[in-house]
């Protein structure tokens, strides 16, 4: 990417922003690392670039213990928002998610000032005044990295950590789904990174229950050919499905992941894979217009809303259907991982 490529986003981005005095940074339900450092480096910019004050909101939870750790070195920068407040927002931008995605609490029909995002574009065209979407960037992190750059800010310690460990959670160390621009940023940011918080945040003390979801996982799992299929039953946050999925992928015959659970009425699902292509899609087909699915080639996931069914009904279509997809002989019990 060039820098008047990376200029002429910037100066749209503040044409959207312009007369803006309250701005609210929306990330995607259940933020990751990605997200939070991405809504925190959009603030920033809004911040020094424009005379607006910034705000940035959440729905969902922040579970993993990783995240939590995060959240505390940024001194908490997000907001649980309601729905109310995010209707009566003037002006509102979202980062590392789109509206009508389903993992965030915007439909299409509301036109905002702007979408930030590196997950596959929708099919509808995007309503608002800046759209920036380029499925091929392995983190949103990158991608306000280089805005960043273009305004000629300073990047701090604290924002150029969080970015960094954006990038390398999304893309595994810059080995999952990672172009030049990520290098690019990764290497910008490298020498104002504060490993010792990064350590910190990766080594986050665990809480019993993630123990408990662990030995639930582990006694579910179920070996179909290639692919490795557990269900955690309910769970105390929704992206503990990724943990396991991350997990269990390193199982030496394994080349899929897959791993269920419940969360407030909800069954979440993700999924992993060594080939480095096809999650988004059987993501996508498993849930149909059931729920919502979102990712790209390596890792995805999808929710589905039970809407009065059984979990239990719902977590064993899914695995049938999974099972149906990857397990290739179709067997319908496979052999137990533990
Ligand atoms: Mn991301």
Redesign the pocket.
Same mark, same amino acid.
């Given at each position: 990417m060039t820098a008047t490529e990376s200029d002429t986003r910037l100066h749209s981005l503040l044409r959207a922003l312009d007369g803006a005095d309250n701005v609210l940074i929306l990330t #995607?339900n259940n933020p @990751?690392p990605? !997200?939070i450092a &991405?809504a925190l480096a959009m603030k920033y910019l809004v911040q020094h670039v424009t005379s607006a004050t910034a705000t940035i909101g959440y729905r969902g939870i922040i579970g993993r213990a990783e995240n939590r750790a995060l959240v505390r070195y940024l001194e908490f920068p997000l907001q649980r928002v309601t729905l109310a407040e995010i209707d009566k927002a003037k002006t509102l931008i979202m980062v @590392?998610?789109q509206p009508g995605t389903g993992n965030n609490p915007l439909t299409n029909e509301r036109r905002i000032a702007a979408i930030l @995002?590196? #997950?596959p574009k929708l099919d509808m065209p995007a309503n608002a005044d800046h759209v920036d979407i380029r499925p091929e960037i *392995? !983190? !949103? &992190?990158t991608m306000l990295t280089q805005y960043v750059q273009a305004a000629e800010l300073p990047l701090a310690q604290q924002l150029a950590t969080a970015l960094f460990y *954006?990038i390398s959670t @999304?893309t595994m160390s810059l080995q999952r789904g990672t172009t030049n621009d990520d290098q690019k940023a990764f290497c910008a940011l490298l020498p104002k990174v504060d490993f010792e918080a990064i350590a910190r945040i990766e080594t986050a003390a665990l809480p019993q229950d993630y123990f408990s979801q662990l030995h639930k996982a582990l006694r579910s799992a179920r070996i179909y050919d290639s692919a490795v299929i557990a269900s955690i039953g309910e769970m105390r946050y929704p992206d503990i499905t990724a943990d396991m999925a991350d997990l269990l992928l390193r199982y030496r015959e394994c080349r899929w992941a897959i791993c269920l659970g419940v969360y407030k009425d909800t069954v979440y699902f993700s999924i992993r894979t060594q080939n480095k292509r096809g999650a988004g899609q059987l993501a996508r087909k498993v849930v149909g217009s059931d729920g919502a699915a979102g990712g790209h080639g390596a890792m995805a996931g999808g929710q589905i809303p039970l809407n009065g069914r059984k979990s239990r009904n719902v977590i064993n279509r899914l695995r049938k259907q999974f099972r149906l997809e990857l397990g290739g002989s179709g067997k319908e019990t496979g052999a137990k991982l533990v």
């Open positions: #995607h @990751d990605d !997200a &991405s @590392d998610t @995002d590196h #997950h *392995g !983190a !949103a &992190s *954006g @999304d």
